[in-house]
């Protein structure tokens, strides 16, 4: 085991690093080298979405900034600290500026998949804290001041198990993940298929669930936070893998609760932002309390739960067609109660419920299971990266999380 720096390895030809090619607007095309930009690397994962292009004329150009199957990811600006290996199905992409990449040379000396937990681990984190400079725009971290950074090698057997424990938790819990969006997808496949032959009636949200909102606790009072009580934000739901609701970011008492407008909704209530961003969707697992920024929908007769839950999310566009607002777009409670919706009949709907909701149950089910095979994972790394827990720990750990 040594210390060194990344720019020591670097000198040494251990690796390379670098940082994303600047396209010019020039050089924008439709088609050639794909973008990658910190939006895309999420999750320990890289999406390929970005609709931006570099044209295939300045391949010359982008040099080495074209993504290479193996190379480490890390964000370096706006959201710092993403971290994703690039897998071998990414090919004629190149990294935007805001991405650092380090390029393996030497695999007998670092192993890729460590450097990428170490990238991730307290030890960097607290080195990247102290490097961050900050723009009129968003802080980000110099190429410069990335090469100072200290780094621990152990001996390469020694990196490539613990790179193979918190992998293998890592990929189940990609395979959750991706379990549970596919639970989710057949579940709307099925509301799309029976609510197609289905015309909107007279029947409105309020004729078939009680429709409600949320209030805040005065933030001046603090005997009225830190309690029990789960209270939903809208930043809760926007970070959710699923439409799951299991806890949140703040709890407030029952004081708290008593002084805002907000009633305590219990487990099935359907959440749906209402303003700035509206139409983001989940059902809560516990009794919950929201702020303001909330229309909850609690249907009287509770099979009708994941046929409304689809009706909502498949009408989306509608509901920002009818929000207002000067300083931000919201849906009004009024304006939602009053709108018509499709009404299966019994058969129908009975048909729908014993698809839909094992399909949810699984998938929630799913996404439970990596909330604590993603707290063993964060445990498990700071400990492996710092000598304090040997690998033979770690993997019994793993084993007990489900692994």
């Not at 566009?317 to 849906?331: P, R």
């Not at 499709?342 to 996404?367: C, G, M, N, Y």
Request: aromatic share 8%; proline share 5%; glycine share 6%.
């Amino acid at each position: 085991m040594f210390e060194t720096t990344l720019g020591a390895l670097a000198n040494a030809n251990v690796l390379d690093l670098g940082d994303g090619y600047r396209t010019k607007q020039a050089e924008l095309a439709t088609g050639g080298f794909r973008i990658i930009r910190v939006a895309d690397v999420r999750g320990g994962r890289i999406g390929l979405e970005s609709p931006d292009f570099v044209s295939d004329q300045y391949a010359r150009q982008i040099g080495s900034k074209v993504a290479t199957p193996g190379d480490v990811l890390l964000t370096t600006k706006g959201t710092i600290g993403r971290v994703a290996i690039v897998p071998d199905v990414v090919s004629r992409a190149v990294y935007s500026p805001q991405l650092c990449w380090f390029r393996i040379k030497k695999p007998d000396v670092v192993n890729a998949r460590y450097l990428s937990y170490w990238l991730q681990s307290p030890a960097f984190r607290r080195q990247s804290s102290h490097m961050q400079g900050n723009t009129d725009m968003a802080p980000y971290i110099s190429l410069s001041d990335l090469r100072t950074a200290s780094i621990t090698i152990p001996p390469l057997s020694e990196q490539q198990a613990i790179a193979e424990v918190l992998s293998a938790l890592d990929d189940k819990i990609a395979a959750n993940a991706s379990f549970s969006e596919s639970a989710i997808a057949m579940a709307r496949i099925e509301f799309r298929a029976r609510a197609s032959t289905i015309p909107y009636g007279a029947q409105t949200f309020s004729d078939l669930a009680e429709i409600s909102g949320g209030g805040t606790p005065s933030t001046k009072n603090p005997s009225l936070w830190d309690g029990s009580i789960h209270w939903a934000t809208p930043t809760d739901l926007t970070a959710l893998a699923g439409p799951y609701l299991e806890s949140t970011s703040r709890t407030i008492t029952e004081s708290g609760l008593k002084s805002c407008s907000s009633k305590l909704f219990e487990p099935g209530a359907i959440l749906m932002t209402s303003r700035a961003t509206i139409g983001v969707l989940a059902v809560n697992g516990s009794r919950t309390a929201v702020n303001q920024g909330f229309i909850v929908v609690e249907p009287h007769d509770e099979a009708l739960r994941w046929w409304l839950f689809h009706e909502m999310e498949s009408r989306v566009d509608e509901f920002i067609s009818w929000a207002n607002g000067a300083t931000f777009l919201e849906l009004s409670r009024g304006n939602f109660r009053k709108l018509p919706l499709r009404v299966p009949d019994s058969i129908t709907l009975a048909a729908f419920d014993s698809v839909a909701e094992p399909l949810h149950a699984l998938a929630r089910a799913k996404l439970k299971e990596n909330r604590i095979l993603t707290e063993t994972r964060d445990a498990l790394l700071p400990q492996l990266m710092s000598g304090k827990l040997r690998v033979r720990d770690a993997e019994a750990a793993a084993s007990a999380a489900g692994v």
